[in-house]
């Protein structure tokens, strides 16, 4: 069940962010191809750009932490035994889960403040609230991600579960 859950998971996170991607694309091609053929950029392109790196980026994150594909710098690995890198690795999600909740609150105050006061774009006057619930969203299931990973043994190099 948890392992349907988290492929369901990142196949929905991971089209999101592919079609973001996409359309940032399109978007871009479009806006230099008006600005330097038509000398017209597309109105409000760098507003929609703004707003799609936002939830791509905010969608990307629980992916790289499922996966757990972030930076890591493994200078003392060699010396350490498997039991003290899992401790670490431990240590690391239980940092990350709290700082990760506190920065949702944080997000989520703030949506509440943008969607209350109505903010938009000043261009296209887009309304901002959404992208900012999407990234308070999205880092609350980041949070949940390096919660569940604590519990979840790590895998060696050859495929072997680290106690």
């Known amino acids: 069940m948890k392992d ?3 492929h369901a998971l990142e196949l929905l996170l991971g089209a999101i962010s592919g079609t973001v991607l996409f359309v940032m694309m399109m978007i871009t091609a479009v806006d230099v191809a008006g600005r330097y053929l038509f000398s017209k950029p597309l109105a409000g392109g760098f507003e929609l750009t703004e707003m799609m790196l936002a939830a791509l980026i905010y969608c990307g994150l629980p992916l790289v932490s499922k996966r757990r594909e972030h930076i890591v710098i493994d200078t003392f690995d060699t010396f350490m035994s498997k039991r003290v890198k899992r401790g670490l690795d431990i240590l690391a999600d239980i940092v990350c889960t709290v700082a990760l909740a506190g920065l949702s609150w944080l997000l989520f105050k703030r949506a509440v403040r943008v969607a209350e006061y109505g903010d938009t774009t000043s261009v ?3 309304p901002l609230a ?3 619930y999407l990234m308070g969203t999205m880092i ?3 949070a949940a991600i390096h ?3 604590i519990f979840v043994p790590h895998k060696d190099d050859d495929g072997k579960s680290i106690i």
């Open 130 to 132: 959404p992208v900012a």
């Open 4 to 6: 349907r859950l988290g």
């Open 147 to 149: 919660l569940w990973l």
């Open 140 to 142: 609350v299931v980041t």
């Open 124 to 126: 296209l006057t887009l």
